[in-house]
Structure formats: structure tokens, C-alpha cells
């Protein structure tokens, strides 16, 4: 991640296999055969007392069930329309 920059970050879990996207680019990939993925989501932080936190800005975060991204893209340059 780039300091002082906007930065577009996703987490997409596609059937079995996690991928985390930065700018558009895969950053590498989980396979989570076997595991259930209903624990809480954390942004920004962690129970874990040796964890990094993030210092900074969302904006338009967003959670839907579809895999959004299974390869590389261009992020959006605008933000997303507000409903």
C-alpha cells in the first residue's frame, strides 16, 4: 500500500479460494477447502495484540455475495454512485 495515496484493496472469495486484489493486482491467493468463512469481519483491526492497525480513510466499502473480481482489473477512478 502506498502512503498518502488512495489505494483500492479487495478481498474476494470465490467458491474455495480467497484473493486479495491491490490496485487491480492479485497479491496471491487462500485455499479455504474445508472451512467455513462465517466469522466477524475486522476492518481496521484485530484481536490479535501483535497485529498491525490501519491509520486512515475508507470510502465506498462494500460487501456483496458475488465475486466482484476473479482477475486482474483496472479499479474504478470514480466513486461509486450514492443510493
Same mark, same amino acid.
Given at each position: 500500500? *502506498? &502512503? !498518502?495515496?488512495? &489505494?483500492? %484493496?479487495?478481498m474476494?472469495? &470465490?467458491?474455495t479460494? +480467497?484473493?486479495l486484489? +491491490? !490496485?487491480g493486482?492479485s497479491?496471491? #491467493?487462500? #485455499? %479455504?477447502?474445508?472451512v467455513?468463512? *462465517?466469522?466477524?469481519? =475486522?476492518i481496521g483491526g484485530?484481536?490479535? %495484540?501483535?497485529?498491525?492497525?490501519f &491509520?486512515?480513510y475508507?470510502?465506498? +466499502?462494500?460487501? #456483496?455475495k458475488a465475486?466482484?473480481y *476473479?482477475? !486482474?482489473?483496472? /479499479? /474504478?477512478?470514480?466513486?461509486?454512485?450514492? =443510493?
Amino acid at each position: 500500500v *502506498t &502512503n !498518502n495515496v488512495w &489505494n483500492h %484493496a479487495a478481498m474476494v472469495k &470465490n467458491g474455495t479460494t +480467497l484473493t486479495l486484489f +491491490l !490496485n487491480g493486482v492479485s497479491q496471491g #491467493t487462500y #485455499t %479455504a477447502s474445508g472451512v467455513a468463512l *462465517t466469522s466477524k469481519i =475486522q476492518i481496521g483491526g484485530s484481536t490479535d %495484540a501483535s497485529a498491525y492497525y490501519f &491509520n486512515g480513510y475508507l470510502d465506498d +466499502l462494500r460487501v #456483496t455475495k458475488a465475486a466482484r473480481y *476473479t482477475q !486482474n482489473f483496472i /479499479p /474504478p477512478s470514480v466513486a461509486l454512485p450514492r =443510493q
